[in-house]
């Protein structure tokens, strides 16, 4: 289905703050309590739209984090300095604010449990905001599915949800996270320390295949996400 006939059917909806939790120094997750949410799918997303005083809009789209069993849509956002909205969104906005959104948007990139194959997640920096959603759906479905997630970020403080992966990972041996980090890394860190390359994938995917089509992967089942530079 069209993005457009998409959000013609879709209105503008007022929610309201209920909680901001601190992922990173510089990113945020914020939990939005929306009347009459419709419910999601994990990989869905929502546009939010913020009017200054003088009737000046900016509108930029966020990939949904929280699961669909969650009563709560809770996106994450990066703070980017020199954006139009996303300093606001981390840095000013408070428990009890209200916030313009709209959605859920998207059916392309999307994961249902139970799942029918294993699942080979890779994501960079905040690209890993939908895949959270898909790996929250699974654990509150109870599914397990074999799940891989491979994550590059800069640093180890950069690591989106660090805490919440490790401990879903401890607690699931069918879910597997690794991670990658590209500038730098502790003493004694056990992980990647490269960009994504061609070795890091066969080594994390499963022995059928490695770098996707090339090496197996039904071109079908993979799926990317791009929003294009709208996360300011």
């Known amino acids: 289905m069209a993005r457009g006939t998409v959000l013609g059917r879709l209105a503008w909806k007022i929610g309201e703050v209920d ?3 601190a992922e990173t120094p510089k990113v945020s997750s914020i939990a939005i309590d929306v009347p009459d949410w419709p419910g999601h799918l994990a990989g869905q997303h929502v546009d939010v739209r913020l009017t200054a005083e003088d009737g000046y809009e900016a509108q930029r789209s966020y990939s949904i984090a929280s699961a669909p069993e969650d009563r709560r849509v809770t996106i994450t956002v990066e703070r980017l300095d020199d954006g139009e909205v996303s300093p606001y969104l981390v840095g000013e906005l408070r428990a009890g604010d209200k916030v313009e959104l709209r959605g859920p948007i998207g059916g392309f990139f999307v994961w249902r449990a139970p799942g029918d194959r294993p699942v080979l997640l890779i994501a960079g920096g905040s690209g890993v905001v939908p895949l959270m959603a898909m790996i929250r ?6 599914d397990r599915t074999p799940v891989r997630l491979l994550c590059s970020s800069r640093t180890l403080e950069d690591v989106i949800y660090r805490d919440e992966l490790e401990r879903l990972a401890a607690g699931d041996p069918s879910l597997d996270v690794r991670h990658t980090l590209t500038r730098s890394h502790p003493d004694g860190w056990r ?41 300011g």
């Open 137 to 142: 759906h699974r654990a509150a479905a109870g």
């Open 19 to 21: 909680e901001i939790t």
């Open 191 to 231: 992980g990647y320390a490269r960009r994504l390359d061609r070795r890091m994938i066969e080594d994390v995917a499963w022995p059928a295949a490695s770098l996707l089509v090339e090496h197996g992967y039904d071109p079908g089942w993979i799926k990317t996400e791009r929003f294009g530079a709208t996360g």
